[in-house]
C-alpha cells in the first residue's frame, strides 16, 4: 500500500518547483500591500481602527494564489508562441485587470464584513473612493511595478537551472571552487542523418522537443543543466551515493518520457528519438564568467574525460557508458553492466577503464 501511495500521488520535482514559485509570487505580492498599507499612515489608522489588517493581507494571499498560478501555469502555456515583448504586455494587461479585481474585492470586503455597510453603499463608497482620490490611478501604477518585478523574477527563473540564479546573486561562485561531481553528457542518436531527412526548421522542432523530454526527466532527478550544445544536454550533480542513483533514474526516465511520446514523434516527424550517453565523475572547477551576460562554468579534466566518453558510445556502438569512478559508487547487479576493459580516449595518456550499462 505504502509504494503504490509513493507512485501515484508523489508530486513531480517540476511541479515543487512551479508550486514554490506560485507561493513565492503569492507571498510577495502580500507583503508588498502589507508595506503599503503600513506606509499610509491614513490607511493604517482606519485599518487599526477596524481590525481588518489580518483579514485583508488573508484575502490578499488567497487571491494572489490564483493569480500566481496563472502566471506561472495557464497564461505561459497560453500565449508561449507569443514573442517576448508581446508576451509581457499581453500578460501584464491581463493581470492588471485581475489585479484591480482584487483591490475592488478586497475594499468591498472592507466596508460590508467589516464596516458593516450594505452591499449597495459599498459599491457607491468604492466608486467615490477610487475616482475622487486618484485610487485607481496609484493602483494600476502600483501593480504595474509588482508585475514587472515578478516577471523579471520568473524570466530569470526560467533562464537558470534551478539553483543556479541564487548561487550567483549570493556569490557562492565569484571565487572558483572545486566540487567533486558527477558530469553526464547526453546527446541525441544518429543527429546528422536526422537533420537530412527533416530539414532544417522541423529538425530544429524535433531537437526541442527532444531536449525538453530528456530535460524534464534530468530536473526531476534534482540535476542541473549546465549547458545546452545543439542536441547535446550537459548536466550534473554534487557527489554522494545518492545522486549517482539519481543519474542513473534520469537516464531511465528519459527513456520513459520519449517512449510515452513516441506516437506525437512519429505523428509529427516520423522518427522517434534515441540518446547516447557518458557519465563521469571527479574534480571540476566551478565559477562564475561572464562580463555582462553572468554564468557558471564548470572546467576540468573531468569535463573534457566525459565529452571523450560519449563519444566513445559512437566508436563502441554502446548507448550507455560510464567510467570505472562511477560503476564503483553506485550499486548495480552484475548483468547490469560489461567491462569494456581500458579504451583510448583522444587528450588521454593512458587508457581509461569504461563499462557499458543494460538499464
Known amino acids: ?148 518585478i515578478t516577471q523579471l523574477f520568473l524570466l530569470i527563473n526560467e533562464r537558470y537551472s534551478p539553483g543556479v540564479f541564487m548561487d550567483i546573486f549570493l556569490g557562492k561562485y565569484t571565487q572558483p571552487k572545486i566540487e567533486k561531481r558527477i558530469i553526464m553528457f547526453m546527446d541525441l542518436k544518429d543527429s546528422t542523418p536526422i537533420a537530412e531527412k527533416l530539414g532544417h526548421q522541423l529538425y530544429f522542432k524535433f531537437i526541442r522537443d527532444f531536449i525538453y523530454q530528456v530535460s524534464s526527466a534530468i530536473i526531476e532527478y534534482e540535476g542541473r543543466i549546465y549547458q545546452y550544445v545543439g542536441d547535446e544536454a550537459v548536466s550534473s550533480w554534487l557527489f554522494d551515493k545518492k545522486n549517482t542513483r539519481r543519474c542513473m533514474d534520469a537516464v531511465i526516465l528519459a527513456r520513459r518520457n520519449i517512449q510515452r511520446k513516441s506516437a506525437h514523434f512519429r505523428r509529427a516527424y516520423g522518427i522517434v528519438p534515441e540518446f547516447r550517453v557518458g557519465i563521469h565523475l571527479g574534480d571540476v572547477t566551478v565559477g562564475e564568467i561572464g562580463v555582462i551576460k553572468k554564468d557558471l562554468a564548470m572546467t576540468g579534466d573531468t569535463m573534457n574525460t566525459t565529452a571523450r566518453i560519449r563519444s566513445a558510445t559512437n566508436e563502441l556502438n554502446h548507448n550507455l557508458i560510464v567510467s570505472k569512478e562511477f560503476i564503483e559508487n553506485i550499486d548495480l547487479e552484475d548483468w547490469q553492466s560489461e567491462n569494456l576493459g581500458p579504451v583510448e580516449l583522444k587528450g588521454k595518456g593512458s587508457g581509461v577503464e569504461l563499462f557499458s550499462l543494460n538499464i
Open 1 to 148: 500500500m505504502i509504494l503504490f501511495k509513493h507512485r501515484w500521488f508523489r508530486i513531480s520535482n517540476i511541479t515543487k518547483y512551479r508550486i514554490k514559485s506560485v507561493l513565492f509570487i503569492a507571498f510577495f505580492w502580500t507583503l508588498s500591500d502589507w508595506i503599503l498599507v503600513l506606509l499610509n499612515n491614513q490607511a493604517l489608522e482606519k485599518v487599526n481602527r477596524e481590525h481588518n489588517l489580518w483579514m485583508r493581507e488573508i484575502i490578499m494571499f488567497s487571491l494572489s494564489v490564483i493569480m500566481g498560478y496563472l502566471f506561472v501555469y495557464k497564461l505561459k502555456k497560453l500565449l508561449s508562441h507569443y514573442p517576448l515583448w508581446l508576451l509581457f504586455v499581453l500578460k501584464s494587461a491581463i493581470l492588471l485587470g485581475s489585479a484591480l479585481v482584487i483591490s475592488f474585492i478586497i475594499q468591498f470586503v472592507s466596508f460590508t464584513l467589516v464596516s458593516g455597510q450594505s452591499p449597495g453603499l459599498a459599491l457607491h463608497n468604492i466608486l467615490v473612493y477610487a475616482l475622487h482620490k486618484n485610487w485607481l490611478l496609484q493602483k494600476v501604477v502600483y501593480w504595474i511595478v509588482i508585475f514587472f
